[in-house]
């Protein structure tokens, strides 16, 4: 690979086999991902959450003074305190998020990026106003197609420098599900989730939920921001069409049974009936209808329980009579779509929208 200066050069990084660079090493000592075993908890403890921040976190000392400038195609243009959010009605909704690129580093070639293997997910009880409520007071005109939301994180990314936003439609912007919101869990946000003020959009792969938030403008023409037009696209072959990112895809991951060897994360355990555990989510409010396991190839259903809500994963269970020896364990997800996880990553130039069935590799005893 040919040096280039990272702040001039506007391609694309070049796709990248086998070893991880240290510059990729770099971003998963930033960005955290769930530890697999605490899919165990319905609500993922906040400490446990994934993490992926594009830039540096801000340094917001105090929430005090913070304010959201709502701007563009709007009745009531100006600054709004977060004082003055926090007193409009607010709601707790229990919402799986999961970042599009999850799954990216199991692709070949892989796009030179934070790699996550398959641990970007996470279910929190997020608490905030509805977006809708501050949007009626402002009074959006009726030329405002879409709605960008800007962070005060700011970077460059492949030669141009931008504060971090993205856009919703006008119409996906008004759902009452989409939260302006300032607890996560019952406290207020953590710095590296957004503090004092993020959005969370419900059913969306995360980089919808803008963290940081300080800005809000309506506006009468597709927002052009990097994060928007620029990543966050399906690209199914390197220079072919484009397709935004949106909606999560149907997934599942297990947690991995037994005990683990440090290095490899293999498994060790003993022979008999086993119980695993694992979890199960869709995008879009869609519900998960089946879950399937793996032993060795064969597909058999587990027992799925009911989601706590629209946006939260379901919990699955699944008895394996183990035999001594060497197994893969799988499991992959069917929505009420009808779409089911594809047993082979579907490869994609960004690394985005992997839901590849999830594969443990278990040794009997
Ligand atoms: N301002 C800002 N918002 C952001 C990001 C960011 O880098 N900056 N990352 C996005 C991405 S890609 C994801 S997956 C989620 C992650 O949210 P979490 O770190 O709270 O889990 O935040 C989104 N919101
Ligand atoms: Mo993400």
New binding site residues.
Partial sequence: MTATNPFTSTERRPHVEGPFHAHELGLTGR?SGILLESLRHDVTPTGL???????DVPYVPAEAGWKVDIAGRVRNAGAVSLDAIKLLPSRTLRVT?????NGRGLLTPRYPSMPWTGE?V?TAEWTGTPLRDLLDRTGLLDDAMEIAFI???RGFDRGHEHD?G?SLKREAALSEDVLLVWAMNGTPLLP???YPL?LVVPGW?????????RRIEALNKPYDGFQQISSYQYRPAPDGPTTPVTLMRVKSLMVPPGIPNFYTRARMLDAGPVAVFGRAWSGGGVPVSKVEVGVDGVWREAELEPRPGPYAWSSWRFTWNAAPGEHELACRATDDNGDTQPLEPRWDSGGFGNNVMHRVQVTVR
Wanted: hydrophobic share 35%; aromatic share 16%.
């Fill in positions: 960005n959450h994934y993490l992926l921040n594009h830039f998020l999961e970042c599009a690129g970007a996470g962070g005060a994180d971090y993205r590296q989730h957004g993020r792969y995360g980089m919808a939920s803008v963290k940081w938030l």
